[in-house]
């Protein structure tokens, strides 16, 4: 039967705030660790207790939205995630995921992660703007065609990924394992017709031909996506387009109207909370 009886543990936590202190230092704190406790509990503690000023990000605490990325002994993980008895040891250190600029203390800067991001289109690409402004119905999709992104698409953008990558801890222009992994979730969706235009941004020296194939982004990302897989996907489909081999479907079709409207049991859609024009 498992201990259930609290013990103390030490927190060692990075602080730093640039502009006020000319560098890091690292803070201990005791904490009382009860069974259950994830490190996210204890840095509450350490904040309630002795380090009012400590910075952090957090918000759903259930692995969701990926705003507790943290350097956790060493490894990139979810502060909400962990539970301080699976790491196995009486000093816990925490600091800010690397690769980062900082904001404050365990808070790292993400917008350049976010602007490549945004900058390799992460949505749907389509001829049809009218339907995508006004949908009438769904576009049609296979459970295989679906299977062929699905996994790249549990992306909770929590930048472990890229604080693990070698290539982004030494070239700070190489795109990184989230934006690739993402703009290729988007390319392999049988509804999307933006790999051409994806293609201009990745075909440079900064995009998928700067990974090395490390495989870290994959060690530690919390939500199984594999960008180290959809990297090596994204290479392939690349040269396969360059020898003109790579195979060009249009995107899928609308979706024909179910038979049988309005179906029993089911209630309607709800009207519009959006007014037209």
């Known amino acids: 039967m498992a201990d259930a009886r609290p013990r103390t543990v030490t927190f060692r936590v990075r602080r730093f705030e640039p502009g006020r202190d000319e560098r890091p230092r690292w803070e201990d704190h005791r904490v009382e660790v009860t069974p259950g406790m994830t490190v996210l509990d204890g840095l509450w503690k350490v904040k309630e207790q002795s380090a009012p000023s400590l910075a952090w990000r957090s918000s759903c605490r259930m692995g969701i939205c990926g705003s507790c990325g943290m350097l956790i002994d060493g490894r990139p993980r979810l502060a909400c995630n962990t539970q301080v008895a699976e790491l ?35 949505y749907l690409l389509r001829d049809d703007t009218e339907e995508q402004d006004d ?22 953008k929590c930048g472990c990924c890229m604080a693990a990558c070698p290539t982004v801890a030494t070239d700070p222009h190489y795109a990184g394992p989230m934006p690739l992994a993402q703009a290729q979730r988007y390319d392999s969706d049988s509804r999307d017709a933006g790999f051409g235009e994806r293609r201009e941004v990745l075909s440079g020296g900064d995009g ?12 530690v990302c919390p939500k199984g996506v594999d960008p180290a897989k959809a990297i090596q996907l994204m290479k392939r489909d690349l040269v396969f387009d360059l020898l003109r081999l790579r195979r060009r479907k249009p995107p899928a079709a ?6 049988g409207l309005p179906r029993e049991g089911i209630p309607p859609a709800p009207p519009r909370t959006v007014p037209e024009g």
């Open 88 to 122: 196995g040891s009486e000093v816990v250190a925490v600091g800010p995921l690397p690769n980062f600029d900082i904001v404050k203390d365990l808070v790292p800067d993400l917008r350049p992660m976010f602007e490549t991001h945004r900058d390799l289109r992460p």
């Open 135 to 156: 949908p009438t119905r769904e576009y049609w999709q296979s459970p295989h065609e679906l299977e062929e992104y699905l996994q790249f698409s549990y992306c909770i």
């Open 208 to 219: 998928p031909w700067r990974c090395h194939f490390a495989g870290e982004c994959s060690q």
């Open 254 to 259: 609308v979706a024909e109207a179910p038979h």
